[in-house]
């Protein structure tokens, strides 16, 4: 049982983050930018946010409005959104189609949606089909652990070779939520990485990004990984200096920023740049670089 001491300390550490974060969130760009006026303001990239209700708390920003207010207010030009509908919901073709609309009535052009797919129901390459030539999606956002497929499954390698041949970023959830708080009726392990490197060998040309892996994946598997081509973002690393200590041994071109927005404060994100203190370049490519080429169908 967690004591009152300890909730205190953990509340107030939460709250210590969230302000320390929103003084610090024009500094980030004021500062970089400064140093470069021809090359103009750094831009942020969100890689990793969704839309709805997350089904085992509230979050005060499943408001489309209010979370789109709060990007904004923190300087994201642009945000990749996912639908949390789509982790327990069979009818993913209306998921997509709520999610597009969402996007295009409430998102003011910040939102770009990444379609859901589940190649465990019937009718999933129609329902990329109709991500790409319906809705314009850039991508598809994968959950094998919620969906109950795995990396080396036969069924994978299918949706890889569909991404392929329509030049679709491929992004895959690790995990959604810290293990440790996962409601003990719906115990969903993160998804097992390992057999991604054999199958992207086979797709060497599809684009893929890992959402929320540094919870579980660490070390060699990460640097193994990005010599496949897979990307990763920052929602879910931890430690002091971390984005700088990653950086010494993964390529900085293979490191996105991401939020996991409404799920981990924001301010989080953008506080593992500030403390790492990163140079103007190494800003500039985890913060929007990276995934515009990323995302990018040239």
Known sequence: MISPETSRLALSRRSFIKTAATVTAATIIQTTSSESADA???TIIDTNVSLGQWPFRHENLADTSALVAKLRQQGATQAWVGSLDALLH???SA????LAEECKQTGGGLLTPVGALNPMLPGWEEDLRRCVEVH???GIRLHPNYHGYKL?????ERVLQLAEERNLLVQ???IMEDERTIHPLVNVPATDT????NALAKFPKVRLQLLNAFRTLRGLPVLSLAAHGVSFEIAMLEGVNGVANLLEK???DRLCFGSHAPLFYFESAKLKLQESLLSELQMRALSSNNAFRLISRA
């Open 250 to 252: 993964l390529p900085a």
């Open 136 to 138: 314009q999606m850039p």
């Open 152 to 156: 080396g499954d036969a069924i994978f």
């Open 95 to 98: 998921v997509n189609v709520r």
């Open 172 to 174: 895959i959830s690790v």
């Open 90 to 92: 069979k009818d993913i």
């Open 40 to 42: 103009g303001p750094i």
């Open 194 to 197: 390992a057999p991604l490197s």
